[in-house]
């Protein structure tokens, strides 16, 4: 088992659902890096997801 593994079984609250926008372009992008290609603006689609996600995780 991975480090990634853990933390996606990691016990707590429930966070907010991903928008359907959201799941598809993470969907995308998880698809380029398994294929090891990378699209144009790939950087900036990636941060801003990582942005719409990190609000959403409580501070502690």
Do not use: F, K, N
Request: charged letters at 25%; zero cysteines.
């Amino acid at each position: 088992m991975t480090d990634i593994d853990l933390m996606m079984d990691e016990p707590g609250d429930r966070l907010p659902l991903l928008t359907a926008g959201e799941a598809r372009a993470a969907v995308v992008l998880l698809g380029y890096l398994q294929r090891g290609t990378e699209p144009p603006y790939a950087a900036v689609w990636a941060s801003e997801l990582q942005g719409r996600l990190l609000r959403r995780i409580p501070s502690q």
